[in-house]
């Protein structure tokens, strides 16, 4: 049995008029969210989002006072991009999966699927690297001390050294 995660998202309710009125709200129906709201409700810092806009993760629209507005799609955008996060992905895989799906929508449940099966191989390997750095965390790392018994074992006449500086047995991207 697999366990799945999907992008989760607790959206807290911000009863609030809509004023003037963006292409956004028009399109959607509300009224776009400031930075403020969208990281109150992402739970993720304006730094965070100003970040993820500079990496081409999420847009904004500006208004003629230049400050930014998100459409509320957005919210589900980054809870795609922290639930990937999460998972260990880095912010180029993540960054190649949106901008694989058509006009830069959002993401949805089945997009997620088809991404996380993707995926799953990377992590499945992951996941070996740290059971097998858990598995070995009392022997030998490769250092080149020699100083433990088993190190006399696993690597006689320092014969890691030749592989270069620091623990030659955990090297491996985790």
């Not at 709200?25 to 806009?53: C, D, M, N, Q, W």
């Not at 014969?159 to 491996?172: C, D, F, I, T, V």
């Amino acid at each position: 049995m697999h366990a799945t995660l999907e992008p989760q998202l607790l959206l807290r309710s911000t009863p609030r008029r809509a004023r003037g009125g963006s292409v956004m709200s028009k399109v959607s129906g509300h009224r776009p969210l400031t930075i403020g709201e969208l990281s109150e409700r992402s739970g993720v810092s304006p730094s965070a989002l100003h970040f993820y806009e500079r990496n081409g993760l999420i847009s904004a629209e500006r208004t003629p006072g230049n400050q930014r507005r998100y459409a509320r799609e957005t919210l589900r955008r980054v809870a795609f991009i922290k639930t990937s996060q999460r998972v260990g992905l880095p912010l180029k895989d993540i960054r190649e999966a949106l901008e694989s799906l058509p006009n830069s929508r959002t993401p949805t449940k089945r997009d997620w699927t088809r991404l996380s099966l993707r995926w799953r191989q990377e992590l499945d390997e992951r996941i070996a690297a740290l059971q097998h750095l858990r598995n070995d965390l009392d022997g030998c790392i490769g250092c080149g001390c020699l100083s433990l018994k088993s190190c006399t074992l696993q690597n006689p006449s320092d014969e890691l050294g030749a592989s270069g500086a620091g623990a030659q047995r955990w090297n491996a991207p985790i």
